[in-house]
């Protein structure tokens, strides 16, 4: 069965928020944010998944003028939220982005562990490793982590977290009044972890979480990214322009899994996907016309250039795109495609940062419940993905096509599931819930 997750943000697409039905509430709208979550839930989602940054973005012109100016800016922090959305379903998974490269393992895997348990069982977490400068200032840094640097220490990072995860048995509390013993002292580890990046003496003062660990989501398409990705993810949130592309890149990470001495099918690669839907085609195509003609240049360049983490300031607008395939130090696979496909093309900078903008170089269907749910179907039959990431162009106050008339297309298709399993995510998402790896 195909998985689908679904994006909970105010909007991919960088002109969205400027549509007249779009809310734009500066990411803190809980009862916005709740109502999809259990919209999603009763589509029998696998998971909402909520991104996060750690910073407003100020790379574009050296200060954040143009971007609070032309774009939104204000995140709900993931892991809080998460916690409050487990209150309020049942059944859907919760996953969230930490920064390995910001974050604190300890701190970390207590909170995910916490979340699990609140949850029983549905929590995920989207390993990055941060893209800009910008974020690195609010964290004692003058810039951010080289490319490499940045992929060892997540490495480090997310073998910690499930060492501290093991580190407290699934049975060690025992909780024997008439012999006075609350816990099995040898139920319990100490880490003594002294490696490149991080000191943890261990153990976690969290009883290890339901599911084992939560699920480990990452999400890139460098090389680094596919090197630790084959060794740790779960799910694979990645970016893939076209059905062709995908299935070469599925291919390569499956393959890649088995030299790591992983099972193919223990790991779901989900590509996003930015629908642009109404109940006619000619409406679709006029929706995805106008929300083209809402982005402006300036958002689109400041948006582009603390992904890059390079200031497109300094180039003109209105000549060829500058070749920065070997200068980008933020999301190196993501642009290199953008840059290649820009010189190709012949686009002025301007050209490639509103291209850009449109969809974060995710495919985009435009078109009627019929189109997208064939489109979806074509790709997961081919061999391209084991399901989406659905990123919505913008977030409406009532109603959600992509849930009220996609998904049960898919169901009547029998791609999708119209039931949820008994038991946590690892359930839903057909994984085995892990060892413990110091036992």
Not at 83 to 91: F, G, P, S
């Amino acid at each position: 069965m195909m998985n689908i997750a679904l994006y909970l943000d105010a909007g991919i697409h960088q002109g969205g928020w400027r549509h007249p039905e779009a809310v734009s509430s500066g990411g803190t709208n809980w009862p916005l944010f709740r109502r999809i979550a259990q919209q999603a839930e009763a589509a029998k989602l696998d998971m909402i998944f909520v991104a996060d940054k750690l910073a407003i973005d100020d790379i574009y012109g050296g200060d954040l003028s143009a971007t609070v100016r032309s774009r939104p800016q204000g995140w709900s922090e993931p892991l809080t939220l998460l916690a409050a959305l487990a209150a309020v379903t049942d059944r859907i998974g919760l996953g969230g982005t930490v920064s390995s490269s910001y974050s604190l393992p300890y701190t970390t895997a207590r909170q995910l562990a916490n979340i699990d348990h609140l949850s029983g069982g549905r929590a995920a977490w989207n390993l990055v490793t941060s893209v800009s400068d910008a974020e690195a200032r609010n964290f004692g840094r003058d810039s951010h982590y080289s490319h490499a640097e940045r992929y060892a220490r997540a490495a480090e990072f997310i073998t910690l977290m499930k060492k501290l995860w093991d580190s407290f048995d699934d049975d060690a509390i025992v909780i024997d009044k008439a012999n006075a013993l609350f816990a099995r002292p040898d139920g319990f580890r100490y880490l003594n972890h002294h490696e490149t990046f991080f000191d943890v003496r261990g153990p976690l003062n969290i009883p290890r979480p339901p599911q084992g660990y939560p699920v480990v989501i990452q999400a890139g398409v460098s090389e680094a990214f596919i090197d630790l990705a084959a060794q740790h993810a779960e799910v694979l949130f990645v970016v893939q322009p076209d059905q062709q592309r995908a299935r070469r890149f599925y291919q390569t990470l499956k393959s890649k899994a088995q030299q790591y001495g992983r099972t193919p099918d223990r790991l779901r690669v989900l590509p996003g996907i930015v629908p642009v839907l109404a109940e006619t085609r000619a409406a679709a195509q006029e929706k995805d016309r106008y929300l083209k003609s809402l982005i402006t240049v300036e958002s689109a360049l400041s948006f582009m250039s603390a992904s890059m983490n390079h200031d497109l300031a300094q180039y003109p607008l209105d000549k060829p795109a500058p070749d920065l395939r070997d200068i980008i130090t933020g999301s190196k696979g993501r642009f290199q495609y953008v840059i290649a496909q820009a010189l190709e093309e012949k686009l002025t900078l301007g050209e490639m940062a509103v291209r850009y903008a449109e969809s974060l170089s995710f495919p985009s269907p435009v078109g009627t419940p019929d189109d997208v749910a064939a489109m979806m179907i074509a790709w997961y039959h081919s061999g391209a993905c084991d399901g989406f990431v659905v990123l919505p162009t913008y977030l409406e106050a009532s109603g959600n096509l992509f849930l009220e008339e996609v998904v049960p297309r898919l169901q009547r298709a029998g791609v999708f599931r119209t039931t949820y399993p008994e038991g946590t995510l690892r359930d839903t998402l057909g994984l085995a819930r892990p060892e413990n790896g110091l036992r």
